[in-house]
């Protein structure tokens, strides 16, 4: 079976400073992949998708970049956090239409 | 643009009460609709879906009807329990293409006993 992984589970980062999280995928082969945000108390905003290795979409013009090096690995990253990329990173990935989400990351940029 | 509009919460319930979720939405052609679930702290699992009208998606005792004509989608569950405390959202998305999903801002449910 599919499983999806991310980490790390909680992320407390000051301003000015570096991300990365990461996400892998295991028991499927060349999936659709997407990282969404939720902020507090609010919905998912999409963030980016890949249908392939070094294929990036962005839905929303951020401080944030995305990367896929190999098929089933996501990368988000930034060079310098913002107070408001603060929130509950998801990974998702799809297959026949339905989109599965990781446990999640939750950042605090202080 | 596609958009899905949910109830406000949060709703509160007691025990045993049946539960009603209204979902809306405005699409362009046939979406496919999705009924997830976040637990506290947890990601997003799926609960039901729907792909065509008429269709009936359930699981767990949740059910919700794809209303083309109503352009609705509304959960329900005739007997709730405190372990469905949790934020519901109801989405929608396109076949084929990188099938984005579009989420409704969530529904939160407490259900006390």
Same mark, same amino acid.
């Given at each position: ?110 | ?37 976040? &637990?506290?702290? *947890?990601?997003?699992?799926?609960? %039901? ?8 998606? $359930?699981?767990?005792? =949740?059910?919700?009807? &794809?209303?083309? *004509?109503?352009?609705?989608?509304? %959960? ?8 469905? $405390?949790?934020?519901? =959202? ?24």
């Amino acid at each position: 079976s599919q499983t999806i992984h991310q980490w790390p589970a909680t992320l407390v980062q000051p301003v000015g400073s570096p991300l990365s999280l990461e996400c892998t995928v295991e028991g499927t082969s060349n999936p659709n992949l997407y990282w969404y945000r939720q902020a507090a108390g609010r919905g998912l905003q999409l963030l980016f998708y890949s249908v392939g290795i070094g294929q990036i979409s962005s839905e929303v013009p951020q401080n944030l970049s995305a990367s896929r090096p190999q098929d089933r690995q996501f990368i988000l990253s930034s060079k310098k956090l913002l107070l408001s990329d603060s929130g509950f990173y998801l990974c998702a990935w799809s297959v026949r239409g339905v989109q599965f989400f990781g446990p999640g990351t939750r950042l605090t940029v202080l | 643009g596609d958009s899905v509009t949910q109830m406000e919460g949060p709703v509160t319930l007691s025990e045993e009460a049946f539960l009603t979720i209204n979902c809306t939405y405005t699409a362009t052609g046939y979406p496919s609709l999705f009924w997830y679930v976040q &637990y506290p702290g *947890e990601g997003l699992q799926l609960l %039901l879906k729907a792909t065509k009208a008429d269709d009936k998606g $359930s699981n767990k005792g =949740f059910e919700a009807t &794809y209303r083309k *004509e109503t352009t609705s989608f509304h %959960l329900e569950k005739g007997s709730v329990q405190v372990s469905d $405390s949790a934020v519901y =959202f109801c989405a929608l998305s396109h076949s084929g293409g990188y099938n984005k999903l579009i989420f409704g801002a969530g529904t939160r449910l407490a259900v006390h006993p």
